[in-house]
C-alpha cells in the first residue's frame, strides 16, 4: 500500500452542495453546477494500489500542480467543473497526521501553478477562464486562503506560468503574457510579492522586435530570481538568462556550439544561488548538432554549455531538471533509447543512467521530476496509457522503474510530482483521452 506514515489520505470531510459550494466552513464561491454526493464517500485509499480519488465524480478537470513544503504538508491543485465554461479553481493539502482534508474551492479560474514558502504558506497562480485576468492566492497557516489579488487584466494567454520562491519568502511569477502596448504579442511577463505586497505587471524582457516565449524561473537567496525563456523568430534561436535583483538585468543569449531551435528550458538554484539552466537544441538535418545542454550558472554568470544526452533533430525533445538546497542537480530528458538520467554531485556530472525503456511523450505535462533536499529525487512520465515512477537514492543510485497506476490502459495526460523533505513523495496525474478534458484527479503518497 503506496501510503505514506504521517499522511493517511483520509477522504472528503464535506462534499460539494448542489450550488457548487462546498458543505461546512468554506467561503468560496463558484457558479459550477455540481451534484452533491448522496453515498457514502469511497474508500481513502485503495488497498491494492495506495491509490486514491481527489476529485468529485462527474467532473470534467483541467491542469494540475502538485507541491511540498518544508513541514510535509503536500498540495494538490485542479480545476473541475460540471462542463468546460463554469468551474471551480480546487486546492487540496494532506496534513502530516490528519491526512487529506476537505477541498478548497477558490472561484473560477484555471490553475497556472502552485509553490511553497519555507514558513509553510502557500501560493496559487490562475486565470479567469471568461476575462483571462491573472491572479494570485495566498495561504497561511491558521488563515486559510486569502481573497485573490490581481495581477494582470486581461493577459489574454493561459499557459507558459511559473511561480518561484527565494530564499528570504519573496516570490516571483514569470508566465507568457499579452501586453496591450506598444504593440500585442506574447511576452515574458512578472509580477512580484515581497513584504505582503503584490507589484505591477512588467516586461522581463523588454525588446519590441521579438516575443518571449516558455519562461522558466527559480529563487534563490534574498529575494534574487534566475529566469530562463526563447525569443519567437530571433534566428539563430538560443536560450536566453537573466537575473532579478530588485530589477531583471538585460537579456543574454546562451551560447552554444550548434545554432538551432530551442526547446523550453529549465532552470534550477541551490540555497547559494548558483545552480543550472538546461535546454534542448534541435538542428534540422544535423543530427550531431542535435543535443540537450546544461550550463552552470554561479557568482552571477554561465559556464560552457555542455552536452548532456544526444536527441533527435526534428522533435521538441521532454527536459526537466530539478536542483536542491545542496546544489545536488537533476536531469531527466527524453532520448532515442528511452528516459535518461544525469545527475550533478557537486563537482561534474556523473554518468548518464536509463531509467526507462522507450518513450513517446506528448507535450511537456507528461514528465516530472522534483527533490527531497537531501541528495534523492523522484522521476515520475506517462508511458503505455500508465504513470511511472523512478527514484534516485543517494549513495545506491535510481531504484528500478515501477507503475504507480494498475489500471487497466488508463489514459493520463498530465502527471506531476512533489517530494517532501522526508522523501514522501505526491504523484499527482488526470484521465482522459488527450486532447478531451481529463475526468479524475488521482493521487499517489509514496513513502521513502
Known amino acids: ?21 462546498a458543505d461546512g466552513d468554506s ?37 494540475i500542480r502538485a507541491a511540498a513544503d518544508q513541514e510535509g504538508r503536500l498540495w494538490a491543485a485542479w480545476w473541475a467543473g460540471a462542463s468546460v465554461y463554469t468551474g471551480n479553481l480546487i486546492a487540496r493539502r494532506c496534513e502530516p497526521g490528519e491526512g487529506w482534508l476537505r477541498p478548497d474551492l477558490l472561484g473560477p479560474g484555471h490553475v497556472g501553478d502552485l509553490a511553497t514558502g519555507a514558513d509553510g504558506t502557500a501560493f496559487l497562480l490562475s ?21 485573490p489579488e490581481l495581477l494582470e487584466a486581461q493577459t489574454g494567454v493561459m499557459g507558459g506560468e511559473h511561480l518561484a520562491v527565494a530564499g528570504n519568502g519573496t516570490v516571483m511569477s514569470l508566465r507568457e503574457g499579452r501586453r496591450r502596448e506598444p504593440e500585442w504579442g506574447e511576452h515574458a511577463r512578472w509580477n512580484v510579492f ?18 518571449s516565449r516558455q519562461p522558466a524561473v527559480a529563487g534563490g537567496p534574498d529575494g534574487m530570481f534566475l529566469g530562463v525563456w526563447t525569443r519567437c523568430c530571433d534566428v539563430p534561436d538560443p536560450l536566453y538568462w537573466s537575473v532579478f535583483d530588485g530589477a531583471w538585468s538585460a537579456p543574454t543569449p546562451m551560447s552554444v556550439e550548434h545554432a538551432g531551435r530551442t526547446s523550453r528550458g529549465s532552470v534550477g538554484l541551490d540555497a547559494t544561488g548558483s545552480g543550472f539552466a538546461t535546454w534542448g537544441n534541435h538542428v534540422y538535418y544535423d543530427y550531431a548538432g542535435s543535443a540537450i545542454w546544461a550550463a552552470r550558472f554561479e557568482a552571477g554568470g554561465f559556464g560552457p554549455p555542455e552536452r548532456l544526452f544526444d536527441v533527435d533533430a526534428e522533435v521538441d525533445t521532454a527536459t526537466v531538471t530539478a536542483v536542491d538546497a545542496s546544489g545536488t542537480a537533476f536531469v531527466i530528458s527524453e532520448t532515442d533509447t528511452g528516459l535518461a538520467a544525469r545527475r550533478f554531485d557537486g563537482t561534474s ?100
Open 1 to 21: 500500500m503506496l501510503v505514506a506514515a504521517g499522511c493517511d489520505c483520509a477522504g472528503y470531510e464535506s462534499r460539494l452542495s448542489p450550488d457548487g459550494g
Open 27 to 63: 467561503d468560496s464561491d463558484s457558479d459550477a453546477d455540481t451534484d452533491s454526493w448522496d453515498e457514502p464517500p469511497p474508500p481513502s485509499c485503495l488497498e491494492a494500489t495506495g491509490v486514491i480519488d481527489l476529485s468529485e465524480p462527474g467532473d470534467i478537470v483541467y491542469g
Open 127 to 147: 486565470t479567469e477562464d471568461k476575462t483571462m485576468d491573472k491572479s494570485a492566492r495566498r495561504w497561511t497557516i491558521g488563515g486559510g486562503w486569502e481573497e
Open 194 to 211: 515581497a513584504d505582503g505586497v503584490w507589484s505591477d505587471a512588467e516586461d522581463a524582457d523588454p525588446s519590441d522586435l521579438y516575443r
Open 349 to 448: 556530472w556523473e554518468a548518464g543512467n536509463r531509467i526507462s525503456g522507450p518513450v513517446v511523450l506528448v507535450s511537456e505535462w507528461e514528465l516530472d521530476l522534483s527533490t527531497d533536499g537531501r541528495g534523492g529525487a523522484v522521476a515520475a512520465w506517462i508511458d503505455d496509457a500508465h504513470v511511472w515512477a523512478c527514484r534516485y537514492r543517494p549513495g545506491e543510485g535510481w531504484d528500478d522503474a515501477f507503475v504507480v497506476d494498475e489500471s487497466d490502459g488508463l489514459v493520463t495526460p498530465t502527471v506531476r510530482v512533489a517530494v517532501a523533505p522526508d522523501g514522501t513523495a505526491l504523484i499527482v496525474w488526470t484521465d482522459g483521452a488527450f486532447p478531451t478534458p481529463a475526468a479524475a484527479v488521482w493521487a499517489a503518497v509514496i513513502p521513502q
